[in-house]
């Protein structure tokens, strides 16, 4: 492994060429990392008719029930604008619904249904799966080293 501060290794500029080794960018990793996560995912939990923003929205919203979109959008960290879409949709399915404040007529409550708790158990197990499998090509030192490292570099830029 090389010295944590060379950066030479991780993306920089290469002295000859002046060209950027996107290879070994973070930001490249991370996002080639986010595809392939997504992917497995959706090849997984094909069936659930589900995507990964869906399912932190619908988990989120079963831990803290009763709370408005924005807050639900802060708490899974997405964009409050765009989430008025995926709740849309999972509106649409039946999995949650939305009801009037009770002193604030609009403010708007987001409430996860039966038949989305239904859905959300049904789920567990193979979104659990899927966390193995993304981290699967790594020792089981390495997978702890790594979730550790991205909920480190994670915090550190929420903090800022």
């Known amino acids: 492994m090389p010295p944590r501060n060379n950066p030479k290794k991780y993306g920089s500029l290469d002295s000859m060429t002046k060209r950027l080794d996107v290879a070994t960018a973070p930001g490249h ?3 080639r990392a986010q595809q392939i996560a997504v992917g497995i995912f959706a090849q997984r939990l094909a069936e659930a008719d589900i995507t990964p923003v869906q399912f932190a929205i619908l988990n989120a919203l079963q831990d803290t029930p009763d709370i408005d979109q924005v807050t639900l959008a802060k708490r899974v960290a997405f964009d409050p604008a765009t989430s008025g879409s ?3 949709r999972l ?4 999995w949650l619904r939305r009801q009037p404040h009770a002193t604030d007529r609009r403010r708007k409550l ?3 249904t039966q038949q989305g708790v239904e859905a959300l158990a049904n789920m567990q197990a193979a979104v659990a799966d899927v966390q193995t499998q993304i981290l699967a090509p790594l020792s089981a030192a390495d997978q702890l080293q ?3 490292l991205l909920t480190r570099l ?3 830029h929420e903090a800022q």
């Open 91 to 94: 509106e649409s399915k039946g």
């Open 110 to 112: 987001l409430v996860v």
């Open 154 to 156: 994670v915090a550190g």
């Open 29 to 31: 990793l991370i996002r």
């Open 146 to 148: 790594f979730v550790d």
């Open 86 to 88: 995926v709740i849309g």
